[in-house]
């Protein structure tokens, strides 16, 4: 099955600074799902994203579905150290696809 | 408290042995999905339902099967055909008409 093109793979960064993270697809989805993960812990959904073009924020987070549907960002301000854990696209096309994810790190 | 519920948390097998993962969800979703997460990769479907009774392989189904004989309730197996097994094991769920895909904690299972 595919897997989605998800980078950067890791970011250590500074508390207080902003992170961007991005997926690609090689395919158009009709949904891009962006998850958190801590280690060990099921995946907690942050922001669905249901067409082109679409800016969606939850608290720091937002989220953007690409004009052309292949593809979907994530940026979130001024990390704090709970920020820390692995983020995760998923895009719906006949059933879902993953990322690879990104691992963030906050140093305080 | 709605939600969807995996145990064991940690489950130990020796080799050559089958044994049955539990996915239970109180969300009244009508599908569920069974999906294994290894490190450095996305996650890669094994099974899904979409009701009850009913049930479709998906990318890396050899060696698991599945049931689905209520609505809440979609266990897994992972039988001694499964090679590498060891591995942390999500089961999700997803409300009939909406998009949006709901996890389980996981299971982590390790085959010594």
């Known amino acids: 099955g595919q897997q989605l093109n998800q980078s950067p793979q890791s970011m250590f960064i500074q508390e207080g600074e902003d992170v961007s993270m991005n997926c690609t697809s090689s395919?158009?989805?009709?949904?891009w799902l962006w998850y958190k993960q801590d280690p060990g812990e099921g995946p907690v959904l942050l922001i669905a994203?249901?067409?082109?073009?679409e800016l969606t924020s939850n608290g720091r987070l937002t989220a953007q579905f690409g004009i052309t549907r292949k593809d979907s960002f994530l940026n979130i301000s001024a990390s704090i150290p709970s920020d820390v854990g692995i983020y995760f696209c998923?895009?719906?096309?006949?059933?879902?696809?993953f990322g690879t994810g990104t691992s963030l790190t906050v140093i305080p | 408290d709605g939600g969807i519920t995996q145990s064991p948390k940690y489950l130990f097998r020796k080799e050559g042995q089958n044994v049955t993962l539990s996915c239970e969800q109180n969300?009244?979703?009508?599908?569920m999905y069974w999906y294994r997460q290894d490190p450095g990769q996305g996650l890669r479907l094994i099974y899904y339902?979409?009701?009850?009774?009913?049930?479709q392989k998906g990318d890396i189904a050899e060696g698991y099967s599945v049931s689905r004989e209520k609505k809440e309730s979609f266990p897994l197996t992972v039988t001694s055909a499964q090679k590498n097994p060891t591995a942390f094991y999500l089961c999700?769920?997803?409300?009939?008409?909406?998009?949006?895909?709901?996890f389980g904690p996981g299971t982590r299972l390790t085959v010594l």
């Open positions: 999700a769920s997803r409300e009939g008409g909406y998009n949006e895909q709901f």
């Open positions: 395919s158009i989805f009709n949904t």
């Open positions: 994203l249901y067409k082109a073009g």
């Open positions: 998923a895009g719906l096309g006949n059933q879902f696809y």
């Open positions: 969300l009244n979703h009508d599908a």
């Open positions: 339902s979409q009701i009850v009774n009913d049930f």
